[in-house]
């Protein structure tokens, strides 16, 4: 079993839609769980970060953290093409490498 | 405030070649850490560097090695290329080694042939 497991899609879904992207995890000892955002032939850039459990919430963006069922979450409302890319979910322990997901790849249709 | 580069952003080498890729961090960034992507095995972590230390390392054979230099400037080298080395090679920095503050480069794509 992979460390963090996140369903590759691809995701379709049409403008104005709410998005929910998952990740599992198997290790309990994660932290700190990021999301990221990859846009074809670019580098990940940071959309969430949280520490431990709970949720926090930027704009349309929402994370949530569930350390009980190892499940993290990011929603996505009122989704704008310019959404679509791949979302990378990552984690670590603290002083440890960022553990990430394959990503999923998201299309928002206008 | 600029952000993190990395040249060349893309290289075609053949196998049995070596090769060096350059990543210079945000400014006042002293972490640096590099990853591999590709499409099946997605982010893997190769290593990272803190003030011109090694501070971790991935699973990767020793082929794959880096530096950092005092300017927090690194670089990685990848010697004896095999085609399984085709990959998007990213370079992020942080200010400090907390993991949750990394800011990517747009990578360099390596093509072995």
């Known amino acids: 079993q992979k460390e963090v497991e996140q369903d590759p899609g691809p995701l379709s879904v049409p403008e104005g839609a709410i998005v929910s992207l998952n990740c599992t995890y198997s290790?309990?000892?994660?932290?700190?769980f990021m999301w990221y955002r990859q846009y074809s032939r670019k580098g990940p850039e940071l959309l969430m970060y949280?520490?431990?459990?709970g949720n926090k919430e930027d704009g349309r963006f929402t994370a949530q953290v569930d350390k009980s069922s190892k499940y993290i979450s990011l929603f996505i409302r009122d989704s704008q093409p310019s959404d679509s890319a791949t979302y990378l979910c990552?984690?670590?322990?603290?002083?440890?490498?960022?553990?990430f997901g394959k990503g999923t790849r998201l299309s928002v249709i206008a | 405030k600029a952000g993190v580069t990395q040249t060349p952003r893309y290289l075609i080498k053949t196998r049995g070649q070596q090769v060096t890729l350059s990543c210079s961090p945000i400014s006042g960034h002293r972490s640096v850490s590099w990853y591999q992507q590709t499409p099946g095995q997605g982010l893997q972590f190769l290593f990272e560097?803190?003030?011109?230390?090694?501070?971790n390392k991935g699973n990767f054979p020793g082929r794959f090695s880096g530096r950092q230099f005092s300017n927090s400037r690194s670089e990685m080298n990848v010697s004896t290329l095999e085609l399984g080395d085709s990959a998007l090679y990213l370079c992020a920095s942080s200010f400090a080694t907390g993991k949750e503050t990394q800011y990517f480069g747009p990578g360099t794509r390596l093509l072995v042939l």
């Open positions: 560097y803190f003030s011109e230390t090694q501070r």
């Open positions: 949280t520490y431990s459990s």
């Open positions: 290790n309990s000892a994660f932290q700190y």
């Open positions: 990552a984690m670590s322990e603290g002083n440890t490498p960022l553990v």
